[in-house]
């Protein structure tokens, strides 16, 4: 028996030398667990066992494979045995390597598991090796596979597209396969997310039900498949797509796959987005060292028209509201009839565009750094337009099968980074601009498009592996990046929430959320996306009014009390604020820094969701409990909506805490002259953790698009 425990989950396989490799339970942990061993269910002869821990095609399974491979000989029929398996302790838990063995070809698979104790957290990855002196194709390679006993089974997972990412999504599994993945090449989670939960029996609540979380950790070509098989068990697994991306295998040689990262709750779906985060902000994520700031970035701001007198002025504004960052968007390089005056034309030209920067960069940086903020610039490294010298000098560095027509999108092509020479070319550029401009402490790293003829003129035996050697290449470059360059802090923008993954986040300090920055459609993006990431990536910014994506009007204080619930930011021009607009930004930036640690690193509760409530609330809780911030958004106006006080969750019950509103507005009088009753009738009271979770704060909301943002903080 191998009993692999995380926390409160836990797997067990049933390993006998010689014989297949079982997984007999995946779910709460046992207290007898040989038990679920000696009564696994009897195997009747004429019946297929569909019970293996990693089922290669060939070894037993009509199901969707784990793995399946082509061997030189032309058989396509593999069986693996459990040969041995080894545990290590590691820093927060222990990694199990089983090691598994075909019984005919010299090849052996050793399933990873990686535990993570304290957030109940299990990573499964797969390395394969070929010890042979043949060729191995591989048409399948998933990082991970468990089995779950049925009892019905429903999925909840994240879909969407441009300016609409990460909707939920829920439905009951019915027999037969299900599955989400990109077939996008780069962008990849813009559709779907590679992220989905699975709630055994009854359709889980936070609090209530059995869930299983599973993400992966893999910014390319992804796929996650949810087959019920003819008993109603639950067949999951994850990996990257197969889809048109065959390997071979070397004699010698070897295949890692990435990583599937799976959680275990017994009450609802609430602990697992916080066994998520608490292990992503401790172990997981770049960002965990170094909060992201404040920042004001140039784009809704100025879109194509920035330049240097502009950008000062940026600059200036920035500084007096009060940000620690400013970050100079699109439209600064290119020159002549390529210059980036609009998305037609400078991508792949990266030197900057003298007639609207004569003095280049580098005094921006400065003057930014003497007025105490950061420096950042957008960058868009894998992309070229058609209308740039960098295509005109090299036709054959993009993505696109030879011998057709190339497509653009957004009047873009991609460059193949799997090509040597792209990748050394992308490097110079970025490495060249961090050595040449050392103020810059931020890059926007942006990707408007997606793969639609995959491959290149790069010769390769198989254009099968353009996929994994572009994203293999994107990860060089970017770890590359860091090591040269320790303290620049990376966004990954891809559009807006294309690529929100726990790969690109182990190098991405942050993403880009959605291009839409609507604050009432951004509370239900950011609502999505916060059941597997946390609060510290999601960049949101407060945008203008009426909204460019929506045009709808809110208040700024709207705005602010959404964007304010993930990582700040500003993106507009701050010269066309009012003066009262200004003096409330930077009061809202300021009161944000009191928040932010909370935020960043505190536990998430939901408490009203925007999809089934007039009110939205969510809340963060300081792991000691002291501190929590309380977000309350009204979706929906009638009068005579009434909706019960909002009861608070995760504080101390013995504590008392302090209530303070955060970007409170001044008591409101109506058209008759009568004065209202304050958002918050606790306005600046001490009350007990006892009485805020069980009777629960009252907001008197009396307009649309009103909110309240509130900080407790233990007396
Ligand atoms: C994408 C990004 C935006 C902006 C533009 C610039 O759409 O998501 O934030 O940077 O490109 O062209």
Redesign the pocket.
């Known amino acids: 028996m191998i009993n692999i425990t995380a926390g409160n989950f836990q797997i067990i396989l049933c390993a006998e030398q010689g014989r297949k490799l079982e997984m007999v339970h995946a779910g709460p942990v046992l207290s007898a667990p040989e038990e679920v061993i000696a009564h696994r269910p009897a195997v009747f002869p004429w019946l297929n066992k569909t019970d293996w821990a990693y089922p290669v095609w060939g070894g037993g399974t009509f199901h969707e494979p784990a793995a399946a491979f082509l061997f030189h000989d032309g058989q396509i029929g593999a069986d693996f045995f459990y040969d041995s398996h080894r545990r290590t302790e590691l820093e927060g838990g222990s990694l199990w390597e089983i090691r598994l063995k075909d019984s005919h070809y010299p090849l052996s698979l050793t399933l990873c598991y990686r535990t993570w104790e304290n957030y109940s957290v299990i990573e499964q990855s797969v390395l394969l090796e070929n010890g042979g002196e043949e060729d191995l194709g591989v048409k399948q390679l998933a990082s991970g596979f468990v089995r779950l006993r049925g009892e019905g089974f429903h999925l909840t997972h994240l879909a969407g597209s441009w300016a609409d990412e990460n909707r939920l999504f829920e439905e009951k599994m019915d027999r037969g396969l299900r599955i989400f993945d990109s077939r996008e090449g780069c962008r990849t989670t813009r559709h779907q997310n590679p992220a989905a939960l699975v709630s055994r029996g009854d359709s889980s609540t936070e609090m209530a039900g059995e869930v299983f979380g599973f993400l992966l950790a893999w910014d390319g070509n992804w796929r996650l498949a949810f087959e019920m098989d003819d008993k109603g068990d639950l067949l999951a697994q994850g990996g990257m797509n197969p889809f048109m991306a065959d390997e071979i295998v070397p004699g010698g040689g070897e295949l890692r796959s990435p990583t599937l990262v799976m959680t275990w709750s017994g009450e609802g779906r609430g602990p697992i987005s916080r066994q998520y985060h608490r292990w992503a902000n401790d172990v997981k994520l770049a960002s965990r060292e170094c909060d992201v700031p404040v920042l004001l970035n140039s ?1 809704e701001g100025a879109y194509f028209g920035v330049n240097g007198e502009l950008i000062e002025q940026f600059i200036d504004d920035a500084a007096e509201i009060g940000v620690g960052m400013f970050v100079l ?2 439209g600064w390089f290119g020159s002549g009839e390529d210059a980036r005056n609009s ?1 037609k034309a400078g991508l792949g030209d990266w030197e900057v565009n003298g007639e609207k920067f004569p003095a280049g960069l580098r005094p921006l940086a400065k003057r930014a750094g003497e007025k105490g903020l950061k420096f950042g610039l ?1 960058l868009e490294p894998e992309m070229v337009n058609p209308q740039s010298r960098l295509y005109r000098d090299h036709p054959d560095w993009i993505v696109n099968n030879p011998h057709h027509q190339p497509l653009t999108e957004r009047f873009q092509l991609m460059l193949d980074l799997g090509n040597p020479e792209v990748e050394a070319y992308i490097l110079k550029v970025l490495d060249g601009y961090l050595r040449e401009i050392p103020e810059i402490g931020y890059i ?1 790293w ?1 990707c ?1 498009r997606q793969v639609t003829s995959p491959g290149s003129a790069r010769e390769r035996r198989s254009q099968t592996a353009f996929y994994r050697e572009y994203e293999e290449a994107f990860l060089r470059i970017i770890d590359r990046l860091r090591i040269n360059h320790p303290h620049v802090l990376f966004q990954a ?1 891809a ?2 929430g294309g690529r929100m993954n726990y790969g690109a986040l182990e190098r991405f300090h942050e993403f ?1 959320t959605s ?1 839409n920055t609507d604050p009432y459609q951004r509370i239900f993006i950011q609502w999505g996306t916060g059941l597997f990431y946390p609060s510290r990536c999601m960049a949101s910014h407060v945008t203008a009014s009426p909204n460019h994506q929506t045009g709808r009007e809110t208040p700024l204080k709207y705005r602010f009390d959404v964007a304010m619930s993930g990582r700040l930011g500003l993106e507009l021009q701050p010269s066309r604020m009012t003066e009262e607009e200004r003096v409330f930004s930077k009061k809202a930036i300021r009161e944000y820094g009191k928040i932010q640690p909370v935020l960043f690193n505190g536990d998430l509760y939901r408490l009203r969701s925007p999809y089934d409530s007039p009110l939205a609330s969510l809340m963060y809780v300081s792991r000691d409990r002291k501190e929590a911030v309380l977000f309350a958004w009204l979706m929906k106006r009638l009068v005579g909506d009434s909706y019960a006080p909002v009861k608070l969750q995760g504080l101390d019950e013995s504590f008392s805490y302090r209530v303070e509103e955060i970007n409170p507005l001044p008591p409101k009088v109506d058209p008759s002259g009568i004065q209202l009753p304050r958002t918050l009738t606790f306005y600046d009271q001490i009350l007990s953790g006892s009485y805020l979770c069980h009777f629960g704060v009252d907001f008197q909301f009396y307009t649309e698009y009103s909110s309240a943002v509130v900080y407790l903080k233990a007396e």
Do not use: R
């Open positions: 784009w968007d699109d998305d957008w926007k942006d408007n923008c559009s807006g880009w291009d």
